[in-house]
């Protein structure tokens, strides 16, 4: 019962929350900037929502034997970028304006690949241990109001009450931090005596797919030669997923909770690499100067 109350009121209930904050950062321009720098939107969406899930598949076809654990990695890949990206993308000196651009982009579009992607990932890697029919109507309406309602919800305050909208918006990031940490806990708490034979598993995969992306989204932005800043910000956005949404979807919709287990060992690596991506940032940026 208890945990019946997490999954279907709390959980949904606390990611309404933070993507209301997310909302609340974002404006009419973000969507608009498409228009500003075209070549930059396009090669993001392309790593997001073409090569990201793409290489979700790969890894887990390659490297996951168990079957929720490979639609929980594909489960994440087809995640949007999150408030987490936008916060990196800012602290390593990136061009915020494209990482909050392709977050809001994304976030609509998932709407419609999620339950696509997962549908497929479904028919992939199915097993009597993962649910083969997908509840896709369900899935689309879980994703709206968890998704586009609370991110319009937070433009509508941000539009009409700013200085609301500008202190409300750290305590809701602050409060997704802490939510997050809270529900890694739980998860892994749930998975009871089969939680280290899943780690060994789902942790390497999880770190393997952060790194991975945030190469090719660096290595996509050098090729198609943006500018530093603009390179940063393609590899968070393309490398940084939404775990909270896939731990969700996994939750409340898929109900399986090794499934959402990828996610959350994504959440732990992606602090991890995201970090060390600023520190490298901010020495790159000082020997910069000193030459």
């Not at 019962?1 to 709390?10: A, D, G, K, N, Y």
């Amino acid at each position: 019962m208890t945990s019946s109350i997490f999954s279907q009121l709390v959980l949904p209930l606390s990611l309404f929350i933070i993507m209301f904050g997310m909302g609340l950062s974002l404006q009419r321009q973000d969507f608009a900037r498409v228009v500003k720098f075209p070549k930059a939107v396009a090669i993001g969406l392309l790593g997001q929502m073409v090569l990201l899930p793409a290489m979700g598949f790969l890894i887990a076809a390659l490297f996951l034997g168990t079957p929720a654990l490979a639609v929980g990695l594909v489960l994440l890949a087809a995640c949007p970028g999150g408030t987490t990206s936008n916060l990196i993308a800012y602290h390593a000196r990136g061009d915020l304006a494209l990482s909050v651009t392709l977050t809001a982009i994304t976030s609509v579009l998932t709407i419609i690949t999620i339950p696509i992607v997962v549908g497929l990932a479904l028919a992939v890697f199915k097993n009597t241990e993962v649910p083969i029919e997908l509840p896709i109507a369900r899935m689309v309406l879980t994703l709206f109001l968890i998704t586009l309602l609370p991110i319009f919800l937070g433009m509508l305050v941000r539009a009409i009450r700013t200085q609301l909208a500008q202190r409300l918006e750290p305590k809701i990031s602050a409060f997704g931090a802490i939510f997050l940490g809270l529900l890694i806990i739980i998860i892994l708490y749930q998975q009871g005596d089969s939680l280290l034979g899943q780690l060994v598993s789902a942790g390497p995969t999880a770190l393997l797919l952060n790194v991975a992306m945030m190469a090719v989204g660096f290595m996509l932005a050098v090729w198609f030669n943006l500018n530093d800043r603009q390179r940063a910000s393609i590899t968070v956005e393309v490398g940084i997923q939404n775990s909270t949404l896939a731990i969700l979807i996994a939750s409340t919709v898929l109900n399986d909770g090794t499934i959402a287990l990828p996610a959350a060992m994504y959440s732990l690596a992606m602090y991890l690499t995201g970090g060390s991506f600023i520190v490298w940032r901010r020495w790159q940026g000082k020997r910069a100067l000193a030459l």
